[in-house]
């Protein structure tokens, strides 16, 4: 007898037949390790004990499945409507340094209804990892009723859309120069040349660009994110005839929007920076995409974000370049520089929710930050940046969340298991993620070291649903304080800790107090 058929054999709900995913991920029992409301899941099970109703047959949902989509990582992509191929990269294989699976694509918004299409969601810049194609994790969804005119505040556009005069659309330009304007000096244009692509996904290309005139330093190299458009907005004029095209076209402006005026309000030195836009119009237009089809009605617009340049790549490569093996002291300043960043948005009301070793990139390298150390520059010059706004929400005071976003490896387990969610706390799950990750040199939820086949056969979100992780290279080691912090977000939600009980653990403030840019 399988070892949980005692467990369910006797279900309080009529349940849905779910192909591809382990029996225990949806039902009851798994729900109740994660959402903290036994009592009420007793009171069912004695009511339908008394009543002697008849069920139907339930309806068959088919629902995909985490090993069946496979994608490129991309450093920044926008998430399409199901689309049928994913391209996969050509990436060295023999630049891997250690033996272990990573997923770096981003969970997507699946509804459940096939007449309602997924959400669309914009990612920001991130640096390329060197990594081997993993799996897109597509989980079914509950609908988040502001996913697509959240956020956004009215106020921060004009009224009217506006056309600058000078053109700055790629199509005008040779493609080796980029013509763009910085953030409200929409008078003025800039030129920049390019130097060298920076990565490629399926749905925007990075490139490196170095300002011609050299007339400000600051600018002198920038990373410019060019948005890529899903085939089934190639044929623009569909746009006055196709319904489905209208929505297809509406979720993605809203999603770019959204992330544009968040990146826009955004100021903090751990933060990814938008410097700018190839034409002012997507960031004071509610409708940029329409607006600008209105007036080229033959062809999408071009859209150029101008973002600052990390030029030591992403945390994970970093890390990985090593062999995993980084220094105690260097662990602790990286991640506290991530925690600076992450309560600065909690602070302003906004979620990440996608927290991840690839999105935090560096602008240094490690042998740079260690040479630093006996400097002045240590304590004043932060060598993180946080990156991928694409999934970030400003949410109202103790509101919830029920949009199912992330990335496999770091999504909480109230987020996996489809119910409402404090996106707060699922940030510092991810957290806990991290930290672990970089202690271990390993994700928690991965199969464990000497694993049986049987264990290996278990899905990752099988692992998170039981908070099935455990302590290896610092099972031992009781001196190290920073395990509190994993040991209190890697945990139930009624009992994980918030961003400032984080900031406040000696592992971070003692950091924290020494940094003069914070």
């Known amino acids: 007898m399988d070892e949980y058929s005692s467990i369910y054999s006797q279900p309080k709900t009529p349940r849905l037949k779910q192909e591809g995913f382990p029996d225990s991920i949806g039902d009851q029992h798994e729900k109740a390790l994660i959402d903290e409301n036994g009592k009420e899941d007793k009171k069912m099970a004695s009511t339908e004990g008394t009543t002697g109703d008849s069920r139907s047959t339930p309806l068959t949902v088919s629902i995909p499945t985490f090993e069946n989509v496979q994608a490129l990582p991309t450093p920044m992509t926008y998430t399409p409507l199901s689309p049928g191929n994913l391209s996969m990269s050509p990436i060295d294989q023999s630049s891997l340094n250690i033996p272990k699976r990573r997923s770096h694509a981003r969970l997507l918004d699946d509804m459940l209804s096939v007449t309602q299409p997924n959400q669309r969601v914009v990612s920001e810049l991130i640096a390329p990892a060197n990594l081997s194609p993993q799996r897109v994790v597509s989980l079914p969804t509950v609908t988040e009723e502001a996913l697509v005119n959240d956020s956004v505040d009215s106020d921060n556009y004009t009224k009217e859309p506006y056309f600058p005069e000078s053109s700055s659309s790629t199509e005008k330009c040779d493609d080796d120069i980029f013509q763009g304007f910085l953030l409200d000096h929409w008078d003025r244009p800039l030129l920049w040349k390019k130097v060298r692509p920076i990565g490629s996904g399926n749905f925007s290309t990075v490139l490196l660009y170095e300002l011609m005139d050299q007339s400000n330093p600051k600018l002198k190299q920038v990373a ?130 996608d927290l991840k070793l690839e999105n935090i990139l560096l602008k240094y390298s490690f042998d740079d930050i260690n040479s630093f150390r006996d400097s002045s520059i240590y304590c004043k010059q932060n060598f993180i940046e946080l990156a991928d706004f694409g999934l970030c929400k400003k949410i109202e005071n103790n509101e919830m969340c029920t949009a199912r976003c992330g990335s496999e490896d770091y999504v909480s387990p109230e987020i996996l298991m489809g119910v409402p969610y404090d996106g707060h706390l699922s940030d510092t799950w991810a957290l806990g993620v991290i930290l672990y990750s970089l202690f271990e040199d390993r994700l928690p939820f991965d199969p464990p070291p000497n694993a049986s086949a049987r264990q290996r056969s278990r899905a990752t979100s099988h692992r998170i649903a039981r908070f099935d992780w455990r302590w290896y290279r610092l099972s031992d080691d009781k001196t190290n304080v920073g395990k509190q912090i994993v040991e209190n977000t890697l945990t139930r939600k009624n009992q994980r800790w918030s961003i400032n009980e984080i900031y406040e653990s000696p592992f971070v403030k003692t950091i924290a107090d020494t940094l003069s840019f914070s």
């Open 224 to 353: 410019v994110k060019r948005l890529k458009y899903p085939e089934e907005l190639s044929n623009v004029e569909q746009i006055n005839t196709s319904l489905r095209y209208k929505e297809t076209l509406s979720r993605l402006e809203n999603s770019l929007t959204r992330e544009l005026q968040v990146l826009k309000s955004l100021n903090h030195p751990c933060i990814v920076k938008l410097l700018g836009i190839n034409n002012p119009i997507f960031v004071t237009s509610k409708k940029p995409l329409r607006d600008l089809i209105i007036k080229t009605p033959r062809a999408l617009p071009p859209c150029d974000m101008i973002m600052s340049y990390c030029p030591a790549g992403d945390l994970l490569a970093a890390v990985m370049a090593r062999n995993g093996r980084l220094e105690a002291w260097l662990i602790q300043r990286i991640f506290t520089e991530v925690v600076l960043a992450v309560k600065y948005l909690h602070e302003n009301s906004i979620i990440h929710r």
